[in-house]
């Protein structure tokens, strides 16, 4: 999908509505996996600091991803004990699926996760999801590589995090500074698209879920963090590179074939001062005049360099219409993917036969001067023949601008009947008993009720944002725990929603917008 011209399928940011309601605006998530011993001290931890320093009601979910010891029996005590405090079990390990499946089933506006140690800092944690709330980024991440970080670790861990980083940026050209801190948030209208891209449920969750996000032109907050070293975790460091490796090989495998759909994560112009309407000028022609220059700077010094060595066993003729060639063939694929933001297979056959047309009229522009000179000089210089054929390649430059804006990528009408796509995710709602917490096929999800107190209301996009309710006598010995089975959003089904959508080409996207 080109961006420059079509709507989205995301909806536009906008800071969520100040208010009082009763569902919570975030849900801070901790996968854990055989953490007994840290978790009821991590959790009331975090549960003092939210009640003390957030001003919006919030949720801690204790995402148990198949433990083994005691973890479970913890994670329900303390949804007993603690307002606001939630247990979900799955049977598989993996911290990305346990993420994917309890941010596919919550109903907050900003879902978050951070590691059971508290390794972060939670100061970090407002700073964190205010440029969510206020609609301003789509994801958030806390990074210990920047300049502002304050971070205490061995020098081992240290090598290996700036190098896993420095793979990042040299094969998946990640803008990102910290892929693994375990200190993330996202807006949930922004993890029901994106999730079902990510594969991976382990430890490459992240990094593959921010990589997706930066292509898809998805605005990525980060938080400087002051960070300790925990020296009892239960990483395993080499097989966790090594999947990381495999990770990064898939998904760049992924991107350079253009399999992944990025245009479903298209934001909708409107919500940056960029996009606003200009009189008398295209969308987008500026940044497509940037970037074919830069496309037909480096073709010509290519065409050049292979005018230059078909020229060393051939006439003048057949060296420029075999470089002129090859070049064309580079030119049109490069402009077809960076220009014109074209991404995917589709159409690829047809506009690389367009764009020998447009090799066509380049040759005979180009071959017609050689003629010329050759005509009027007999045998001329070859630095004469290079200052001619630039000469012939600028005005074919212009002209194939134009041919390839108006004909070979044109923009699609906006206008035509809208179109609806439904994201499919319908947990069950089936109550069990307490003891089948353990024992349940698919993951439960532990809601706390308090006597006399309503049942919150669901979220509302339209809605107040929801403020956190005044401690209240009732919480404590008197209140009940319910277990509510949840579906299993790890096969890719989501809730039920709709959302209306302009008929758009499938496979435009803009790599080059910085959003």
């Known amino acids: 999908m080109r961006t420059d011209s079509s709507p989205g399928t995301l909806p536009a940011r906008e800071h969520l509505p100040a208010g009082n309601a009763g569902t919570p605006v975030l849900d801070v998530v901790i996968p854990v996996y055989n953490e007994e011993k840290d978790l009821e001290p991590c959790v009331r931890r975090l549960h003092e600091h939210l009640a003390r ?106 090598f290996i995090s700036r190098a896993y980083n420095l793979i990042l940026r040299g094969s998946l050209q990640a803008r990102f500074s910290d892929a693994q801190c375990g200190f993330k948030a996202i807006r949930r209208e922004v993890a029901q698209v994106l999730l079902p891209l990510v594969e991976d449920t382990g430890w490459f969750f992240d990094t593959e ?55 479903r994560l298209a934001r909708p112009f409107g919500d940056d001062p960029r996009d606003r309407d200009i009189q008398d000028v295209p969308r987008g022609l500026a940044r497509q005049l940037v970037g074919f220059c830069v496309v037909g700077g480096l073709s010509t010094l290519f065409y050049l360099l292979l ?21 064309a063939v580079a030119n049109t694929a490069a402009n077809r993917r960076l220009t014109f933001g074209v991404r995917g297979r589709g159409g690829a056959v047809r506009h690389q036969a367009q764009g020998l047309v447009v090799f066509a009229i380049g ?72 003891t089948a917490h ?28 929801p403020r956190r309710p005044l401690p209240h006598p009732a919480y404590g010995p ?22 209306p959508l302009q008929p758009v080409r499938p496979h435009y996207t803009d790599p080059g917008d910085p959003r």
């Open 478 to 499: 008197h209140q009940t725990t319910a277990q509510v089975r949840a579906g299993e959003a790890a096969d890719g089904t989501w809730r039920d929603g709709t959302m």
């Open 209 to 263: 879920m921010l990589v997706l996000a930066e292509r898809a032109g998805l605005r990525i907050h980060e938080v400087p963090v002051d960070w300790v070293d925990d020296p009892d975790s239960t990483v395993h460091i080499v097989r966790t590179a090594t999947d990381d490796l495999r990770g990064v090989w898939r998904v760049g495998r992924a991107l350079a074939t253009g399999s992944l759909p990025l245009d």
């Open 53 to 158: 320093t957030f001003p919006y009601a919030f949720r801690i979910t204790v995402a148990d991803n198949a433990s083994t010891d005691g973890t479970p029996r913890v994670a329900a005590r303390l949804a007993e004990q603690l307002p606001g405090v939630t247990a979900f079990r799955l049977e598989q390990k993996g911290r990305g699926r346990a993420l994917r499946t309890v941010w596919s089933a919550s109903d907050a506006p900003v879902l978050a996760y951070m590691d059971v140690d508290l390794s972060t800092d939670l100061n970090a944690l407002l700073p964190l999801v205010a440029p969510l709330i206020s609609g301003h980024s789509d994801l958030a991440i806390g990074s210990r590589l920047a300049h502002a970080s304050r971070v205490v670790r061995g020098p081992k861990r240290e």
């Open 363 to 434: 040759l005979a522009l180009t071959s017609g001067s050689l003629a010329a000179l050759n005509a009027a000089g007999g045998s001329p210089a070859h630095s004469t023949e290079l200052a001619v054929l630039i000469a012939a390649n600028l005005a074919a430059t212009v002209l194939r601008f134009l041919l390839f804006r108006a004909w070979v990528f044109p923009d699609r009408p906006e206008d035509g009947p809208v179109s609806t796509v439904v994201a499919a995710h319908t947990p069950s709602a089936h109550l069990l008993p307490a």
């Open 438 to 465: 353990a024992t349940a096929s698919s993951p439960t999800y532990a809601t706390t009720s308090v006597p006399g107190h309503a049942t919150p209301a669901p979220y509302r996009p339209d809605g107040p944002l």
């Open 307 to 327: 005018y230059s060595v078909f020229r060393q066993f051939s006439g003048s003729q057949i060296a420029n219409a075999l470089a002129l060639l090859v070049s």
